[in-house]
């Protein structure tokens, strides 16, 4: 298949280099290993996703330890209290 047919095909859907630039720049402000570099605007694009990756894999850890922090404190509080109601809206 051409090139050209290709593009045709995916129509509009198309993003342009501009656009990832643009993405890639807001993802790198949002990492804090790489906003708190010096040279953080000299990080290239594949490495602001693979920072950003591994950004998101240990933001799901922390939500899931914590999660079972939670839920070990619910185990040891009065189950009809005002703290154990906020506990359970934090788990849900």
């Not at 298949?1 to 630039?21: A, E, K, P, T």
């Not at 602001?48 to 922090?69: A, F, K, M, P, W």
Request: net charge positive; hydrophobic share 30%; aromatic share 2%.
């Amino acid at each position: 298949m051409s090139s050209r047919s290709r593009s045709s095909r995916q129509g509009s859907s198309r993003i342009s280099d501009d656009q990832i630039v643009d993405l890639v720049s807001k993802l790198r402000s949002l990492l804090p290993e790489i906003r708190n570099g010096r040279r953080s605007d000299k990080v290239s694009a594949s490495k602001v996703l693979q920072e950003t990756c591994n950004y998101i894999r240990n933001l799901h850890q922390e939500v899931d330890d914590l999660s079972e922090r939670l839920s070990q404190l619910l185990q040891t509080i009065d189950p009809d209290s005002a703290e154990a109601s906020i506990i359970r809206s934090l788990i849900m």
